[in-house]
């Protein structure tokens, strides 16, 4: 692994520690994105389990894309998600119960939806999608 890669993934986590331990007082943005706790329940575990992801807005819904930086398999959180939408969302100090849906291209809504993510994430799932042959999901998440 490449060291600026190494110093990414260190930051990622340090980041969603902040977050974490502050509440969510601190940690809300990320180099000024905004950026979510997602909780999922591991679909081989059973347990918790949190990531800190760059999220987009479309009205009440939250979304965040399963790009893991443009990896070839798909981030755990993600196939934790598909096996069992129920989540829960920490935007800040608000937490939230959720429900998630998958889309993939060629779902409907998933072009505009993606571009949402994209822009959020200053066109960085964009530049991930070009790194990989996996589709990259886009994940709506509804607060119940």
Request: aromatic share 6%; net charge positive.
């Amino acid at each position: 692994m490449k060291l600026s890669t190494q110093v990414f993934i260190t930051s990622l986590k340090v980041h969603q520690e902040i977050y974490e331990r502050s509440g969510g007082l601190l940690g809300h943005r990320l180099l000024l994105m905004p950026t979510l706790l997602l909780r999922t329940t591991g679909r081989k575990s059973g347990l918790t389990r949190t990531n800190a992801l760059v999220y987009g807005r479309d009205g009440g819904r939250y979304l965040v894309c399963g790009s893991n930086g443009g990896h070839h398999l798909p981030p755990a959180w993600a196939l934790n998600m598909e096996a069992n939408p129920d989540v829960e969302i920490q935007v800040g100090i608000k937490k939230m119960k959720a429900v998630a849906t998958t889309l993939r291209p060629g779902d409907a809504d998933y072009e505009r939806l993606f571009a949402i993510c994209n822009k959020a994430n200053r066109g960085q799932f964009a530049a991930y999608q070009k790194k990989t042959v996996r589709p990259l999901p886009v994940f709506v998440i509804t607060p119940a």
